[in-house]
Nanobody
Framework: QVQLVESGGGLVQPGGSLRLSCAAS????????RAWYRQAPGKKRELVAT???????NYADSVKGRFTISRDNAKNTVYLQMNSLKPEDTAVYYC?????WGQGTQVTVSS
């Protein structure tokens, strides 16, 4: 069993920043890839960013240059730093640990 607890979502104005965190607990190790997904109302869930155990990252084209994924293996936590936020970034953001999913955290970008 793996538990994932996300935090850091909220309401922010366009151009602003947020930092999401996702702490993992339970039957975990440091060698598992982590990822962030998001799902906007009426849209399919999409992959936002991934990070391997070695720190290699990959991003959706829509967030490249604005979002940064990172991980702290000692804390079993993955982060998503989101800068220059746009209204189209509004969505529920989910973190993953292998096939395990967090409950999601709402990010709303609006003036």
């Amino acid at each position: 069993q793996v538990q994932l607890v996300e935090s850091g979502g909220g309401l922010v104005q366009p151009g602003g920043s947020l930092r999401l965190s996702c702490a993992a607990s339970g039957s975990i190790g440091s060698g598992t890839a982590r990822a962030w997904y998001r799902q906007a109302p009426g849209k399919k869930r999409e992959l936002v960013a991934t990070i391997t155990s070695g720190g290699s990252t990959n991003y959706a084209d829509s967030v490249k240059g604005r979002f940064t994924i990172s991980r702290d293996n000692a804390k079993n936590t993955v982060y998503l730093q989101m800068n220059s936020l746009k209204p189209e970034d509004t969505a529920v953001y989910y973190c993953t640990y292998g096939n395990w999913w967090g409950q999601g955290t709402q990010v709303t970008v609006s003036s």
